[in-house]
């Protein structure tokens, strides 16, 4: 089966162009543009990796992760995507038990190799 890739984005031309990104290279890829949309999408098919803006139209995109963590769903790698690399967002990250930090704009040649590291385990 297709490894699953939750794309958290509010943004619908990063969510577009990250869809086609992973669709053609082999994944089942689900949208959601707010935290509500993301857990009932997470809750709906648990995903392998889910991709997440931290700042979302109805929260923060960390709550995501908690709320499916408390489900009981796990991804291989959640991944937090935002515009910011400052100390304290990073902390926040790792204290959420973010598997990875990636900056906008993001390289889609470095997402897909870390996404293939991250889906291999």
């Known amino acids: ?3 699953h890739v939750l794309i958290v984005e509010d943004n619908e031309l990063v969510t577009g162009a990250l869809r086609i990104l992973f669709e053609e290279t082999g994944h089942r890829v689900s949208v959601a543009h707010s935290v509500t949309e993301a857990i009932a999408a997470g809750r709906a098919s648990a995903p392998d990796l889910l991709l997440l803006d931290l700042s979302l139209p109805d929260g923060d995109g960390l ?3 908690r ?3 408390a489900l009981g769903i796990k991804p291989r790698a959640t991944v937090a995507i935002t515009g910011s690399d400052d100390e304290a967002s990073i902390e926040r990250c790792s204290k959420a038990g973010i598997t990875a930090v990636m900056v ?6 470095e997402l897909l190799a870390k996404a293939q590291e991250w889906l291999a385990t």
């Open 67 to 69: 709320a499916l963590m």
């Open 1 to 3: 089966m297709k490894p």
């Open 104 to 109: 906008k704009p993001i390289s889609t040649g």
């Open 63 to 65: 709550e995501v992760s």
